[in-house]
């Protein structure tokens, strides 16, 4: 009886706690939140991370074509530009192994990529996909800018 008190506690208070990271100024975030068209012959990229309860206690790495975008918590966002006309690689940490995300860029569009965390058999996996537009944009809007190239781990070589 002991014991499972303890595995919900442990569980719940991964659910209930909340994690953190660096932001950047909110001038700087303010104007990324205007959302503008990329430099010529790039795309942007924008990864968050919305305020969901669920995982909040837990941080996760986020890489691009191997290279650090840095560590996500709760309520957090990234903006990254990339060569246009080009697929580039998510990846982000999961409890067993990276899970990766496809984006076949266009020079000149903007992207909206979702971190969101899922159920483990130890603790929270992390997970990746690609939302539209207007969903994108209105997530970003209540979010901080996250401080970028602060990775907990290295590249798992395993992704590559």
Known sequence: MIKQNLLLLAVTSLLIG???VPT?????ATQLKQIQAPTE?????YIYRSSSVI????????WLDKECIGETARGVFFYKEVEGNKTH???????????LLNVTTEQ????FIQQYIKPGVFVGGANLK??????????????????????????PTKAS
């Open 130 to 155: 690609l939302v539209d537009e207007q969903e994108g944009q209105a997530a970003i809007q209540k979010l901080s800018l996250a401080e970028s190239g602060k990775c907990s781990k290295p590249f």
């Open 18 to 20: 909340c994690a953190s």
């Open 55 to 62: 995982g909040a206690s837990l941080k996760k790495d986020i």
């Open 24 to 28: 950047t100024s909110t001038e700087v």
């Open 89 to 99: 690689v998510l990846a982000t940490e999961s409890e067993f192994s990276p899970n």
């Open 41 to 45: 012959g790039k795309a942007g990229l």
């Open 108 to 111: 000149g569009k903007n992207y």
